[in-house]
């Protein structure tokens, strides 16, 4: 069963943001993962945001095939080397759904 990792991320220092986005590139991928959403909130259509969240959150949506597929990406020691680069860089939460 298909599970998804959803992001949400406020960047706050880009060029150290920059550092971990190179850390870990394709290794969702690696994971079996696809990236199905990537990119900035551009409209509220419900409900209250944040005043910075249109044009400055960003969601990330990654699709992977099952949850362990999922939880071995954010395991793996690549994706923790790349999330120490992130500490300071950004504000970020991420959640599991199972599909």
């Known amino acids: 069963m298909a599970a998804w990792l959803v992001s949400t991320v406020r960047i706050t220092d880009m060029d150290r943001f920059g550092a971990y986005a190179r850390a870990i590139a394709g290794l969702a991928e690696a994971h079996g993962g696809r990236y199905v959403v990537r ?23 990654v699709e992977f095939p099952d949850m362990d597929a999922a939880r071995a990406y954010l395991g793996s020691e ?12 950004a ?5 599991l759904i199972a599909g």
Do not use: F
């Open 91 to 95: 504000d970020v939460n991420i959640r």
């Open 39 to 61: 990119g900035s909130v551009t409209e509220q259509a419900e409900g209250e945001a944040p005043a910075d969240a249109i044009g400055g959150e960003r969601i990330v949506v």
């Open 78 to 89: 690549a994706y923790r080397a790349g999330k120490a680069l992130r500490v300071g860089a």
